[in-house]
């Protein structure tokens, strides 16, 4: 058939062929990240195939780090990086030698910049430390308290952010599976957990009101950049084996209560949990539905979105999410099982159209746990760099920091020799060796 020919068709047939033309863009528009590619890295000698999307490429950038945990961006492109161990640390572009900017007694999970000073999420409390960007050591004497977190045992991370409306939000888990605290004033201060706080400053003295309640677990959130809208990620209990219920990603409203740990959704619909005999604080009619879920046992971690312009300009509008990978195993959840069995980390992508989730979730970087369950990493903090990078933390096993951009090349493959030593070795042009980190 010729082109002219077409001119012959029947209407009704160019109409078909119209639609399957356009069926076929909104696919691959919808689907851009199932539209994936392998990369090997070789740790050690030791090669791993991560799948990611075609036309990206994954560069591991250090693995000076000890327990990292959440990171920010400041305006100037410095990072900051809250950790496990104690150390806030410090990284200018790019971003591949890290140096202590301060070393804690307690547990810094996350900090940001506001008007000349950092604050930092620690598990008793909020904490605000002068800085001037491109400053490379905070005295720990400036790191003085903002307002009092409820501590106790069980979830002990703090995720501290600022919104558009400029104030301060604060996001905290519960002790454990189903213990009866509630992010309220008529429960008392220590057991007000399980969700997001926001800092009324608006008096002499700082203090923590409650913004959304009946989250077990939520340590990612951020705020959509078309909307303004408020999604968080939320980590399920481990006490109904390892399929149900769901861990998810909602989206949070001012006094918006989900649930946790009377309500537990699985799926399909909000159920009772048993576990606690406590009359619930507000009725199951009132508990938030999630906009997204993941299979149970993933522990969902930090969350972006993908601005306008970052990542190709690919993905613009979605979320992404890190899942950390479950410490359970099938077919119970414990973790005496085999441990090929646990879910692997991974990053995923939430997608939204026009602003809104469209309730899909598509893996964005896999690879991160072999068939027989050894692993290289677990992703934990996510953002997006001044380059339109996305860039992620791993807290366990090759801890460090990690890169994912467009690349010009088909195919890149990775070395990691000693650790004292990062080589990237093109696999297209002849072998050419570029050191990016010593």
């Known amino acids: 058939m010729t082109a002219n020919d077409t001119s012959r068709l029947p209407n009704r047939c160019l109409q078909y062929l119209l639609c399957f033309c356009l069926a076929c863009c909104s696919f691959t528009a919808s689907h851009a990240a199932d539209t994936s590619t392998t990369q090997t890295l070789a740790i050690e000698g030791s090669a791993w195939e991560i799948r990611l999307p075609q036309g990206m490429q994954l560069e591991p950038l250090t693995t ?88 106790g045992g069980g979830h002990s991370s703090r995720t501290v952010a600022i919104g558009p409306d400029g104030r301060v939000y604060v996001s905290l888990g519960i002790s454990g599976n189903c213990p009866d605290e509630y992010l309220d004033d008529s429960y008392r201060f220590d057991d007000r957990r399980g969700g997001v706080f926001v800092l009324d400053e608006s008096g002499g003295q700082p203090e923590f009101i409650p913004f959304a ?85 993933n522990a969902p971690m930090g969350v972006t979105f993908v601005p306008k312009g970052a990542l190709g300009n690919r993905f613009a509008g979605n979320a992404v999410v890190a899942l950390r990978g479950s410490w359970g195993t099938q077919p119970s959840g414990s973790m005496f099982g085999r441990k090929a069995t646990r879910r692997p980390p991974k990053l995923v992508m939430v997608e939204f159209t026009d602003g809104k989730p469209d309730g899909t979730v598509v893996d964005l970087v896999t690879g991160f746990q072999r068939p027989d369950g050894e692993r290289l990493l677990r992703p934990v903090g996510v953002a997006i760099g001044p380059d339109g990078a996305l860039y992620f933390t791993s807290d366990a096993h090759l801890q460090g920091l990690f890169r994912l951009s467009p690349s010009n090349e088909i195919s890149r493959r990775y070395y990691f020799l000693p650790r004292t030593q990062i080589t990237v070795v093109s696999m297209i042009m002849p072998p050419i060796i570029k050191q990016i980190s010593k």
């Open 64 to 151: 000076g780090l000890d327990g990292p945990r959440l990171l920010t961006f400041l305006p100037n492109g410095e990072l900051l990086i809250g950790s496990k161990s104690g150390k806030i640390y410090r990284l200018v572009a790019p971003y591949d030698h890290p140096g202590v900017l301060v070393e804690l007694d307690d547990y810094p999970h996350s900090i940001v910049y506001r008007d000349g000073e950092l604050l930092i999420a620690q598990t008793d409390g909020l904490y605000r430390a002068p800085y001037s960007p491109g400053q490379s050591v905070i005295n720990q004497d400036d790191v003085e308290l903002v307002a009092a977190l409820p501590e």
């Open 213 to 297: 309640a009946g989250l077990r677990n939520p340590v990612g959130f951020a705020w959509h950049p078309a909307t303004g809208e408020l999604y968080a990620s939320n980590n399920g209990p481990d006490h109904l084996g390892f399929e149900q219920p769901p861990e998810y990603f909602t989206r949070l409203l001012p006094g918006s209560f989900h649930g946790m740990p009377w309500f537990q959704f699985d799926g399909r619909r909000v159920k009772r949990d048993n576990c606690i005999r406590r009359t619930p604080p507000r009725p199951i009619e009132d508990v938030a539905i999630p906009v997204a879920t993941f299979p149970a046992r």
